[in-house]
T-cell receptor, first 113, second 115 residues
Framework: DSGVTQTPKHLITATGQRVTLRCSPRSGDLSVYWYQQSLDQGLQFLIQYYNGEERAKGNILERFSAQQFPDLHSELNLSSLELGDSALYFC????????????FGSGTRLTVV | AQSVTQPDIHITVSEGASLELRCNYSYGATPYLFWYVQSPGQGLQLLLKYFSGDTLVQGIKGFEAEFKRSQSSFNLRKPSVHWSDAAEYFCAVGDPGGGADGLTFGKGTHLIIQP
């Protein structure tokens, strides 16, 4: 157990729907990162939050959004889902902003049908 | 823009044999360099990292990597592989100016261990 908890582990939904993925960071970590892993694109950085504030955006679609709550858990919201959004979504956490001491969760596998 | 190339999509190695996984990067200066391993159904686990200093870096599980600036490479090695090393291996680079922009990963190398 890495200490980063992601729920649910698996999600199957239809095109056009909206889903929410949840991540609880490791105790003491203030930064949360979201990554998407697909066969086509590999691992891509989506977005980072630090202590409730958005700090950096990567290749995140406008249909996707995220937030980090006061208890530091984070949610990634995916809307108007398309078949191409099927992927593994990973959350990672670290203590600070500029450090790379990532701890990854085991991911949420999203299947859009 | 920074990029990472892992030339080998699949590598098959016999148990007990040595291993070298290749990684080349494109970056304006010397980036921070990482190797991660992903077992089926698992998240990514950090094997080792290079920030500066000694170009030969030791990691967990008996892995090491060597940074070669002239070749823009950061190859991962292990002298003797075990069946449990079968997994997906990712090389990644990060901006030394700060980790806020996340890591850039290669596409990965799938390691198969033959008995």
């Amino acid at each position: 157990d890495s200490g980063v908890t992601q729920t649910p582990k698996h999600l199957i939904t239809a095109t056009g729907q909206r889903v929410t993925l949840r991540c609880s960071p490791r105790s003491g970590d203030l930064s949360v990162y979201w990554y998407q892993q697909s066969l086509d694109q590999g691992l891509q950085f989506l977005i980072q939050y630090y202590n409730g504030e958005e700090r950096a955006k990567g290749n995140i679609l406008e249909r996707f959004s995220a937030q980090q709550f006061p208890d530091l858990h984070s949610e990634l919201n995916l809307s108007s889902l398309e078949l191409g959004d099927s992927a593994l979504y990973f959350c990672a956490s670290s203590v600070g902003v500029g450090d790379y001491g990532y701890t990854f969760g085991s991911g949420t596998r999203l299947t859009v049908v | 823009a920074q990029s990472v190339t892992q030339p080998d999509i699949h590598i098959t190695v016999s148990e007990g044999a040595s291993l070298e996984l290749r990684c080349n990067y494109s970056y304006g200066a010397t980036p921070y360099l990482f190797w991660y391993v992903q077992s089926p159904g698992q998240g990514l686990q950090l094997l080792l990292k290079y920030f500066s200093g000694d170009t030969l870096v030791q990691g967990i599980k008996g892995f090491e990597a060597e940074f070669k600036r002239s070749q823009s490479s950061f190859n991962l090695r292990k002298p003797s592989v075990h069946w449990s090393d079968a997994a997906e291996y990712f090389c990644a680079v990060g901006d030394p100016g700060g980790g806020a922009d996340g890591l850039t990963f290669g596409k990965g190398t799938h390691l198969i261990i033959q008995p």
